[in-house]
């Protein structure tokens, strides 16, 4: 019914910049939220940045200042710029979306996952 295809993720040196997409498809009415959430190994996922249909966002402690949410809703898309990279931001990242469905049902879809490696 519904697919969210992500794109951007790689290799990239301490203190480098990668920018994630997130494309959702299918059977949507609307989108209420869309967000980033990450695993690293033996962790659990956590929020990364979200943000609503208003432009209300939402960050980790961990990245404000070094990483920016931004959508576009005609083309229900998150982006997620990430600047200033360290380590420890090394895990794989998960789309996130709240959409209501042309059937009127509200539901929540997570996308595949994209590799995002901080390493000299």
């Known amino acids: 019914q519904v697919q969210l295809v992500e794109s951007g993720g790689g290799l990239v040196q301490p203190g480098g910049s990668l920018r994630l997409s997130c494309a959702a498809s299918?059977?949507?009415?609307?989108?209420?939220?869309m967000g980033w959430y990450r695993q690293a190994p033996g962790k659990q996922r956590q929020l990364v940045a979200a943000?609503?249909?208003?432009?209300?966002?939402n960050y980790a402690d961990s990245v404000k200042g070094r990483f920016t949410i931004s959508r576009d809703d005609d083309k229900n898309t998150v982006y997620l710029q990430m600047n200033s990279l360290k380590p420890e931001d090394t895990a794989v990242y998960y789309c996130n979306a709240d959409l209501t469905l042309v059937s009127g049902r509200r539901e929540d879809y997570w996308g595949q996952g994209t590799q995002v490696t901080v390493s000299s």
């Open positions: 943000i609503t249909t208003g432009a209300s966002t």
């Open positions: 299918g059977s949507i009415f609307s989108v209420y939220s």
